[in-house]
């Protein structure tokens, strides 16, 4: 049975450590190749090529091939030291993570996803001074391998970061929920909302339009694409805490619905789809002391079910997701709830 974790401490009592620490010390994703065989990799959990350094907050992709991750937070000693403007790839080839193109800023919590054949760079927060940890921002980048560099993307409507960016069997892209400012205000974790919002882009050159807002307004969810259809899952809202709502997008109506929720209310996970199910693994609450959860579930589309899978070896929070070579690789995290011992672990899932 899944442990049961209620979540009467909201992130924003939690992330005032958090944001202490860092003045003390100042990529969902389209499985490209995973259909493909996993170098080696066994059925099961198997450890994977560490990181060059800890990171946390990441949303690492899948591209052409490869796993890219930019941006984050990173740590030193066990302390977060603010985020990073780092961008690595791995491939699998055995030579491990390579240093690429650094993002035009550091940023941390920015969605990478690959979309019309690059790799695109959205939202997630800058730290310019100690006061303003968390300047969300609506701006994001394309990254032009063949020119070794990043070039301005069609900005967001609105500032957004902690948001599900996924995209669909029709070649739109998605940003569906997440937090905004809620004012004039844009620079601790607290002037921000949850959201309802989704944006869709269906050309490269823009703009962003809206379609059908979410049917729960969250953050710190997860997601994957199912027969063409986005699935959201998991996340919290300041308000209400943990959720287990699972909610699908069909494109062709513009409509939301509501599909069998989570086994357990987790937020701060991470998913992936592989072989036509999602996968989700990870995530913290912050009631008891807080936590991080070791339970990880696949769902079933043809059946709206979920089914336990091996709990993952070292359970992290603000970890990413991708498949690749039909393995899932789940990358960096935290240890600890509110971002306590960030971690360079990358695991390997196969089912």
């Known amino acids: ?197 989704h944006y869709l882009m269906d050309d490269p050159g823009g703009p962003w339009r809206t379609a059908a807002p979410c049917l729960t307004a969250r953050n710190s969810a997860a997601g994957a694409v199912l027969d063409g259809r986005l699935h959201i899952v998991g996340g919290r809202s300041v308000s209400g805490g943990n959720t287990a709502a699972h909610e699908v997008y069909d494109v062709a109506e513009d409509r939301w619905r509501t599909a069998a929720p989570m086994p357990q209310a987790q937020a701060g996970l991470a998913a992936a789809e592989l072989g036509g199910k999602l996968y989700a693994f990870g995530g913290e609450y912050f009631d008891n002391g807080g936590g991080v959860y070791p339970e990880a579930w696949a769902y079933d589309p043809a059946t709206d079910t979920w089914s336990a899978i091996e709990p993952i070896p070292n359970p992290r929070h603000g970890l990413g997701a991708v498949a690749l070579g039909g393995v899932i690789h789940t990358i960096g995290g935290a240890l600890k709830a509110s971002g306590v011992e960030t971690s360079a672990l990358v695991e390997l899932y196969r089912p």
């Open 1 to 197: 049975m899944p442990q049961k974790h209620p979540s009467g401490i909201t992130r924003r009592s939690a992330i005032t450590g958090l944001g202490a620490g860092l003045v003390a010390a100042a990529c969902q994703a389209a499985p490209d190749g995973a259909d493909s065989p996993a170098l080696g990799a066994p059925q099961g959990w198997s450890s994977g090529d560490a990181l060059p350094f800890p990171a946390q907050e990441i949303y690492p992709c899948a591209h052409d091939g490869a796993v890219h991750l930019a941006g984050g937070f990173v740590a030193a000693a066990g302390r977060i030291t603010g985020p990073t403007d780092h961008h690595h790839i791995w491939r699998p080839d055995g030579l491990g993570w390579r240093p690429s193109v650094p993002l035009p800023a550091a940023r941390h919590h920015p969605h990478l996803i690959s979309w019309r054949g690059q790799v695109w760079a959205y939202g997630g927060f800058e730290s310019p001074s100690p006061d303003a940890i968390w300047t969300m921002r609506e701006s994001g980048w394309i990254f032009d391998a063949a020119k070794g560099h990043w070039r301005p993307a069609p900005a967001l409507p609105v500032p957004c970061a902690e948001a599900v960016m996924l995209v669909t069997g029709a070649g739109y892209l998605h940003l569906a929920g997440g937090r905004s400012p809620a004012g004039s205000a844009n620079a601790a974790w607290q002037d921000q909302a949850d959201q309802t919002h």
